[in-house]
């Protein structure tokens, strides 16, 4: 099995995970949660839900991206994460109104809750199960680089957070309870709710903001940048290299530039050259697709083309 295959495979079954922990913890949530009568763990299920939701889109895109490049798609599928990760964040934008929404309303109408330590119990349930997920799905996500899984991993992390915010809820209204009117103390469930609705909120923005900047084909971080450069710069024969652009889909990086050779060397050293730096940019950044355009390096060196020569004489007598 070559790598390519062999972390697709770990994508899907990393996936399939997520989806049945989801699928778990919305049915227990919401038994639970209807049955106490609380706002908070209510809002909690539908926020696994979400991620629910979210986990099958990031399964049938890392299933879609992962497909060869064909005649109609000849950059590959790679952008199917990208879209996952933007429809994912669209989703938690939604939930968080509602939410919002249903705390206003308890806020408004407090309701007992009965039962809370079958809430706090919930809650605890889920910090630990999702925890657990959401580390192996932020592990794979950083082993193949799958914008896709480390949004579904973000999700449940998000989970774990807001979670332990409910349970703590949960728990302040059953202690203080034990020595006061509890009727008192039902605003601190939908308080908690509306922060947790918050929290989703900051979460779908930065993953809004992370895959529109793939789909609109925004250059690589800077260090990777500077990383392509340093090791283009190093590879015998390379003399400069002009007009670097990057973009990314998926986990599928694309480098473009103009590397200036020695005009006298043959099309197989060139070609020799390309191959070793193709080589070198997926050794360190992973799944790289490079288009290099040579070029033959003449004497009235162009503005563009000086930053990046590795020839001192050449830099010299251009500066005469």
Same mark, same amino acid.
């Given at each position: 099995?070559?790598?390519?295959?062999?972390?697709?495979?770990?994508?899907? %079954?990393?996936?399939?995970?997520?989806?049945?922990?989801?699928?778990?913890l919305?049915?227990?949530?919401?038994?639970?949660?209807?049955?106490?009568?609380?706002?908070?763990?209510?809002?909690?299920?539908?926020?696994?839900?979400?991620?629910?939701?979210?986990?099958?889109?990031?399964?049938?895109?890392v299933?879609?991206?992962? %497909?060869?490049?064909?005649?109609?798609?000849?950059?590959?599928h790679?952008?199917?994460?990208?879209?996952?990760? $933007?429809?994912?964040?669209?989703?938690i $934008?939604?939930?968080?109104?509602?939410?919002?929404?249903?705390?206003?309303?308890?806020?408004?109408?407090?309701?007992?809750?009965?039962?809370?330590?079958?809430?706090?119990?919930?809650?605890?349930?889920?910090?630990?199960?999702?925890?657990?997920?959401?580390?192996?799905?932020?592990?794979?996500?950083?082993d193949?680089?799958?914008?896709?899984?480390k949004? #579904?991993? @973000?999700?449940?992390?998000? #989970?774990?957070?807001?979670s332990?915010?409910?349970?703590?809820?949960?728990?302040?209204? @059953?202690?203080?309870?034990?020595?006061?009117?509890?009727?008192?103390?039902? @605003?601190?469930?939908?308080?908690?709710?509306?922060?947790?609705?918050?929290?989703?909120?900051?979460?779908?923005? #930065?993953?809004?903001?992370?895959?529109?900047?793939?789909?609109?084909?925004?250059?690589?971080?800077?260090?990777?940048?500077?990383?392509?450069?340093?090791?283009? %710069?190093?590879?015998?024969?390379?003399?400069?290299f002009?007009?670097?652009?990057?973009?990314?889909?998926?986990?599928?990086? $694309?480098?473009?530039?103009?590397?200036?050779?020695?005009?006298?060397?043959?099309?197989?050293?060139?070609?020799?050259?390309?191959?070793?730096i193709?080589?070198?940019?997926?050794?360190?950044?992973g799944?790289?697709?490079?288009?290099?355009?040579?070029?033959?390096?003449?004497?009235?060196?162009?503005?563009?083309?000086?930053?990046?020569?590795?020839?001192?004489?050449?830099?010299?007598?251009?500066?005469?």
């Amino acid at each position: 099995m070559n790598t390519n295959s062999s972390a697709q495979g770990k994508k899907i %079954k990393v996936v399939r995970l997520s989806v049945a922990s989801n699928a778990a913890l919305v049915v227990f949530k919401l038994i639970v949660g209807l049955s106490i009568g609380s706002v908070s763990v209510l809002s909690e299920a539908i926020h696994s839900g979400i991620d629910l939701t979210a986990a099958l889109i990031a399964y049938f895109s890392v299933h879609s991206s992962g %497909k060869p490049a064909d005649r109609e798609h000849r950059y590959g599928h790679g952008k199917f994460e990208n879209i996952s990760g $933007f429809l994912e964040a669209l989703l938690i $934008f939604g939930a968080s109104a509602w939410i919002i929404y249903e705390a206003v309303i308890k806020l408004h109408h407090p309701r007992p809750i009965e039962m809370i330590g079958w809430g706090i119990l919930v809650m605890a349930v889920s910090s630990f199960i999702n925890m657990a997920v959401s580390t192996m799905l932020f592990k794979i996500g950083a082993d193949t680089d799958s914008v896709a899984i480390k949004a #579904d991993a @973000w999700h449940l992390r998000t #989970d774990v957070y807001t979670s332990m915010g409910v349970m703590a809820g949960l728990a302040l209204i @059953w202690f203080f309870g034990l020595f006061f009117d509890g009727h008192d103390l039902l @605003w601190i469930d939908p308080v908690v709710a509306i922060f947790v609705a918050l929290l989703i909120v900051k979460a779908a923005y #930065d993953l809004t903001m992370q895959s529109l900047g793939d789909l609109l084909d925004i250059s690589l971080p800077e260090e990777q940048d500077a990383e392509i450069a340093k090791t283009i %710069k190093a590879q015998e024969g390379v003399i400069s290299f002009k007009n670097l652009r990057t973009r990314k889909a998926g986990a599928v990086k $694309f480098v473009e530039f103009d590397m200036v050779v020695d005009g006298n060397i043959s099309v197989d050293a060139a070609h020799a050259i390309t191959d070793r730096i193709a080589a070198e940019l997926e050794r360190k950044l992973g799944s790289v697709y490079p288009t290099i355009h040579i070029e033959p390096c003449k004497l009235d060196c162009a503005e563009d083309c000086l930053p990046n020569c590795s020839s001192p004489s050449k830099k010299a007598a251009a500066n005469k």
